[in-house]
């Protein structure tokens, strides 16, 4: 009897160690540098990461047309429900003037030909009133996420695939995309956009936390396990 509890413990060792060498874990490592957007902050931007935004060059009339201006990067300081990960969170926003952009990040040493997939969540706000009163239901905003698999640094190119848009209106909301990469170096995006005819309010506000960059899942092996037969 005891040779055959020793034999079928080490029956499930080695069924333990056969899963977990061919069945990855579902937590991969992180590609990115400072995934939540910790210290220390330049020019309002975290380290690791860069400020882009579209910019249509004059401000325009609110009421009639969508213009685009330079908006404000800072870190999170005040409220813990604008930071959902660490101590800070990115913080991105206007006053009256509408805006699209955010921040990216390259990241070199990624392999041709495999999947990257790429998500980050953000919580905006639209409105008249000071933080923490509602956004106002009527007013424009949008988050996304993109990569660019060939490594470019320009948020316009063809190449930026970019995932669906999400509605983060008061609320943390998770935006992903995946693509293949093209070279061994590839760029993420992370992007707000207020840019609508009449939103043009003093809050235009939104909050980026929690990205991650990992490689696509390995497919699993098909493979029969004969375990051996126990003494009685």
């Not at 160690?17 to 975290?46: I, K, R």
């Not at 997939?117 to 706000?125: C, H, T, V």
């Not at 905003?141 to 509605?167: E, K, L, M, Q, T």
Request: glycine share 8%; with cysteine; proline share 4%.
């Amino acid at each position: 009897m005891k040779n055959s509890v020793i034999g079928f413990s080490i029956s499930l060792c080695l069924l333990v160690l056969f899963f977990g060498s061919n069945h990855p874990a579902s937590t991969q490592n992180d590609l990115l540098a400072n995934p939540s957007f910790e210290d220390s902050y330049t020019g309002g931007v975290a380290k690791g990461w860069s400020a882009w935004h579209y910019d249509s060059m004059a401000k325009k009339d609110c009421s009639a047309e969508v213009y685009y201006t330079q908006p404000v990067w800072s870190a999170e300081l005040a409220s813990r429900s604008l930071i959902l990960d660490g101590v800070r969170s990115q913080h991105v926003g206007n006053q009256w003037d509408t805006w699209r952009g955010g921040v990216s990040q390259s990241v070199d040493g990624v392999t041709v030909g495999e999947t990257y997939r790429f998500k980050a969540s953000m919580i905006g706000r639209v409105s008249n009133n000071q933080w923490p009163a509602a956004s106002d239901p009527d007013g424009f905003i949008n988050g996304r996420v993109g990569i660019d698999p060939s490594g470019g640094s320009d948020f316009a190119a063809a190449s930026v695939a970019w995932g669906d848009a999400i509605v983060p209106r008061d609320s943390w909301q998770t935006a992903t995309v995946q693509t293949v990469a093209t070279s061994t170096s590839i760029t993420v995006f992370v992007e707000a956009d207020f840019g609508a005819i009449d939103n043009c309010y003093p809050h235009l506000d939104m909050w980026f936390d929690s990205a991650s960059l990992v490689a696509g899942e390995r497919p699993i092996l098909n493979r029969q396990i004969y375990l051996p037969v126990l003494n009685k």
